[in-house]
């Protein structure tokens, strides 16, 4: 069964960072470009960012790109994300997904999710 578990959100104030989390088991993770996407309330799903497979290749939509980073650790079965500079339009449900690198994938192929929230 394949599983992605999230972990790592939490509450902060403007400027602060987290670092997020996603367990991967049941596939082949090292073989599988991975992203993160995230969904705030009352709006469709956005891509946040994408790696290849060996970490060579990273990814950002624009409104992420220069404050997020995205790594995996391919032994551990592990994709992160560090997110720093935070922002209140940062706040969102965070997920993992695997197989599509630039785009939101099919809700299919997502975790379950971590929130984030950043206020004062």
């Known amino acids: 069964e394949v599983q992605l578990v999230e972990s790592g959100g939490g509450m902060v104030q403007p400027g602060g960072s987290l670092r997020l989390s996603c367990a991967a088991s049941?596939?082949?993770?090292?073989?599988?470009?991975m992203s993160w996407v995230r969904q705030a309330p009352g709006k469709g799903p956005e891509w946040v960012s994408g790696?290849?497979?060996?970490?060579?290749?990273?990814y950002y939509s624009d409104s992420v790109k220069g404050r997020f980073t995205i790594s995996r650790d391919n032994a551990k079965s592990t994709l992160y994300l560090q997110m720093n500079g935070l922002k209140p339009e940062d706040t969102a449900l965070y997920y993992c997904?695997?197989?599509?690198?630039?785009?939101?994938?099919?809700?299919?192929?997502w975790g379950q999710g971590t929130q984030v929230t950043v206020s004062s």
């Open positions: 997904a695997r197989n599509y690198l630039r785009k939101v994938p099919p809700r299919e192929y």
């Open positions: 049941g596939f082949r993770f090292m073989n599988s470009v």
């Open positions: 790696i290849n497979y060996g970490a060579a290749e990273t």
